[in-house]
């Protein structure tokens, strides 16, 4: 299979996307339009073993903000996956985890996703979507639009995979993530509701 190349404007806030095929990698050339010193790259492939140490990291970070918000339910201090679930999961087609890295190839972050099928109902329409179970930049180089494009590069990833649909879950309370996904076009789908005996 060819590899094809997603190549990422960046401007001003704006965010373009060219791709050609079933992007599969994809690069980020974020301009300095008020200096024009030069241009930082990033780019945006699936995740390999050699990301696992900084992929725990920001694992990391997410958990502390959760276990923050919820800390009834999270235990602050650990992380979602451990290395040797990350490694099993890089094994897994259908639970693709996409990074974006700088020019030393360094993790900045990530969104883990996994390809769902609605199952078979006589009352619903079949269809498959994209669910995002984590997106995350490091807090050191946010404000640098890399959350936004990665969430576009999963779109169009979900576009090639032939889904009707990106979905994700937001924590209550976890106002900044809800305002991100606002932001990027998502609406509410339905609402879990819970009762603490």
């Known amino acids: ?15 373009h996307f060219l791709f050609s095929g079933a992007a599969r990698c994809g690069i ?3 301009q300095k339009p008020e200096n024009g010193r030069g241009k930082a790259q990033m780019n945006i492939r699936k995740a390999e073993e050699k990301d696992i140490p900084k992929l725990l990291a920001l694992l990391g970070q997410v958990l502390q903000i959760h276990a923050e918000i919820r800390p009834d339910i ?3 201090g650990t992380t979602k996956y451990t290395v040797c679930e990350l490694a099993a999961l890089l094994k897994q087609e259908d639970k693709p985890i996409y990074v ?11 969104a883990f996703c996994q390809l769902k099928e609605q199952p078979f109902s006589t009352n619903m329409v079949p269809f498959k979507s994209l669910f995002i179970d984590d997106l995350c930049v490091d807090k050191q180089t946010r404000g640098q639009h890399i959350g936004e494009s990665l969430f576009d590069y999963v779109k169009q990833q979900a576009k090639a995979l032939g889904c009707y649909e990106v979905t994700l879950n937001v924590w209550a309370g976890n106002t900044s993530a809800e305002h991100f996904y606002e932001k990027m076009g998502m609406k509410t789908k339905e609402r879990q509701m819970e009762y603490i005996l």
């Open 1 to 15: 299979m060819a590899e094809t190349v997603a190549r990422v404007f960046v401007c001003y806030r704006e965010v």
């Open 100 to 110: 974006a890295v700088n020019e030393e190839d360094v993790c900045m972050g990530y």
């Open 28 to 30: 980020l050339e974020m």
């Open 74 to 76: 999270f235990i602050p």
